[in-house]
């Protein structure tokens, strides 16, 4: 399974963007199915912590309670992307976002078995 994350950049505090998670490879396989996608952020400094995750067939969701209301995590099974929308931004959303695959969980729970390289986003203040 590779993952390939997109769409960071530098924003202004109070602004949008949005990340893109493309997956391809064998996410439906007899060695791996995919049941969750997730992103993950890590500050300079800072250990990485999950953000959002989103079950793979039917979409449910979980947020860490620093992003609720904030971003909103979806899926396109048909395009194989997982978005990131994120709105409300403050300077200490400031990161590398990494979106992440998981045969097991789509929350802060649990073992994620594959992950992307990582894309920066940056928040002015």
């Known amino acids: 399974v590779q993952l390939q994350a997109s769409g960071g950049g530098l924003v202004q505090a109070g602004g949008s963007l949005k990340l893109s998670c493309a997956v391809s490879g064998r996410t439906f396989s007899s060695s791996f199915r995919t049941y969750g996608m997730a992103w993950f952020r890590q500050a300079p400094g800072k250990e990485r912590e999950f953000v959002a995750g989103v079950e793979w067939d039917i979409a449910n969701t979980y947020y860490a309670d620093s992003v609720k209301g904030r971003f909103t995590i979806s899926r396109n099974r048909a395009s194989n992307m997982v978005y990131l929308q994120m709105e409300s931004l403050k300077p200490e959303d400031t990161a590398v976002y990494y979106c992440?695959?998981?045969?097991?969980?789509?929350?802060?729970?649990?073992?994620?078995?594959?992950w992307g390289q990582g894309t920066l986003v940056t928040v002015s203040s």
């Open positions: 992440a695959a998981s045969a097991w969980t789509y929350t802060a729970y649990g073992q994620y078995d594959y």
